[in-house]
Nanobody
Framework: QVQLVESGGGLAQAGGSLRLSCAAS????????MGWFRQAPGKEREFVAS????????AYADGVKGRFTISRDTAKNTVYLQMNSLKPEDTAVYYC?????????????????WGQGTQVTVSS
């Protein structure tokens, strides 16, 4: 019954910013790790960022560390991905995911639930 709905994608210029949101429902998310993944055309889905809901510990892919920030709003059951200093190579469909864990998870196979994705396009 867990449902994840992404929003906030769109078109940005290189160097700009976007904030993605993931509205979560149907679970007790204090027991979950939450993650963001992305998939560009012709490429496999890759890990972007993750946090554990209860403690807020985070993990980031090397390519986004220092530019992207994952966070949560417990009252709204919402996870965010703040993306700054965007590059054309950030262009992809971004997916929100959830898995039952107490630590951040970086492997796609460790997640149980997925949203439908939101498109991010970064132009030069």
């Amino acid at each position: 019954q867990v449902q994840l709905v992404e929003s906030g994608g769109g078109l940005a210029q290189a160097g700009g910013s976007l904030r993605l949101s993931c509205a979560a429902s149907g679970g007790t998310f204090s027991y979950y790790a939450m993650g963001w993944f992305r998939q560009a055309p012709g490429k496999e889905r890759e890990f972007v960022a993750s946090l554990n809901w209860s403690g807020g510990a985070t993990a980031y892919a090397d390519g986004v560390k220092g530019r992207f920030t994952i966070s949560r709003d417990t009252a709204k059951n919402t996870v965010y991905l703040q993306m700054n200093s965007l590059k054309p190579e950030d262009t992809a469909v971004y997916y929100c995911a959830a898995g039952r864990a107490i630590l951040p998870l970086t492997s796609e196979s460790e997640y149980d639930y997925w949203g439908q994705g939101t498109q991010v396009t970064v132009s030069s």
